[in-house]
């Protein structure tokens, strides 16, 4: 994201309080949210197709070859990801711990492929990185934006397309029109995103400007960001385009947020490119997951679950394209 990012209340319990609407989001957790059957070796995953939402996916075995001994002795891969945040990732139904979207249907999808189990681990976004980085998880799956600070850690192998929008309450009370019109203000965002290092350098420009600066509110994840609004503590909440959307549908049958429509942004500001984050080192990987994907593209598995979330798909599964996307904006 510039992103991102970069969520332990539970999407249910933080809506109760500020309304009776259940509304998948991302939030703040910690913990393991496993596939609905318990992890197996790899020989077993690959003894059958997996069907998921309608794609049919065969294991290969030259693939599984190339994953990790580590991950093939211990039988299943750990996708660290951060629930809920719709429509990448949240619960279904929400009071419960069964992972759903985007980012978890394509996980596995990635691991059928694979011929390998794949474990969602429900990681805070602030510590994500370093989850990886210190080898507790295998890779991230979060809506994470691919960018330059990133992929001095990470090599990221590219999926999908996002942005930054601004949400509000419904009816605009604050008459907000874009990012210029945040100065003053106090915004909320999620803490360790590109969305506040895009803010924190949007300050930059207004406190050079003369202009006053927003007061901006890291938290630790989009219901604490919602309830900052509602309660009058934030005008705003400034994250994900797709999730923006998907937060001001949802919501109280669209009638509670709304997103800020600014025609020089249609999609949102910054479109950045969303990538799966896995350790520099872990060549092996990078390579598996890669040719993973790349299949899944070939063979039309992954139309079929980008089709089902309504998100801005890649054309080929290419590693650390943050300069490139940077460079052409509109993909």
């Not at 945040?182 to 400007?209: I, Y």
Request: glycine fraction near 8%.
């Amino acid at each position: 994201m510039t992103a991102l990012r970069l969520r332990s209340i539970l999407w249910l319990a933080a809506l109760a309080a500020v309304t009776a609407v259940v509304l998948l989001a991302m939030g703040c957790g910690s913990g393991s949210s496993s596939p609905s059957s318990s992890p197996s070796s790899s020989a077993a995953a690959a003894s059958s197709a997996v069907v998921i939402d309608g794609a049919s996916i065969t294991a290969d075995a030259g693939l599984n070859a190339m994953l990790p001994a580590s991950i093939l002795s211990r039988g299943y891969l750990k996708v660290a990801s951060a629930l809920p945040y719709e429509p990448w990732e949240y619960f279904d139904p929400p009071t419960s711990k069964n992972p759903a979207g985007f980012d978890y249907d394509l996980s596995q999808a990635i691991g059928a492929k694979l011929g390998i189990k794949a474990s969602f681990i429900n990681t805070p976004f602030d510590t994500i990185i370093l989850s990886v980085t210190g080898a507790k998880n295998d890779m991230i799956m979060a809506d994470m934006y691919d960018n330059a600070d990133r992929e001095k850690v990470l090599t990221f192998v590219d999926y999908a397309y996002d942005g930054t929008s601004i949400l509000v309450l419904t009816g605009n009370p604050d008459g907000l029109t874009n990012l210029d019109s945040l100065s003053g203000k106090p915004v909320a965002v999620l803490s360790g995103s590109s969305q506040q290092a895009l803010l924190e350098n949007v300050n930059k420009t207004f406190k050079s400007s003369g202009k006053a600066e927003m007061t901006i509110l890291a938290l630790p994840g989009t219901p604490d960001g919602l309830l900052a609004i509602k309660g009058g503590r934030a005008v705003a909440l400034v994250t994900d385009h797709s999730q923006a959307e998907a937060v001001a549908k949802s919501t109280g049958g669209g009638n509670v947020f709304e997103v800020i429509s600014d025609p020089a942004a249609p999609n949102g500001y910054e479109p950045a490119i969303v990538g799966i984050g896995i350790a520099k080192s872990n060549t092996p990987l990078v390579t598996a997951v890669q040719k993973a994907l790349q299949a899944l593209i070939d063979e039309g598995s992954y139309k079929t679950i980008v089709d089902k979330y309504g998100l801005s798909p890649v054309e080929s599964a290419l590693t650390n394209q943050a300069a490139v996307v940077s460079a052409s904006p509109s993909p």
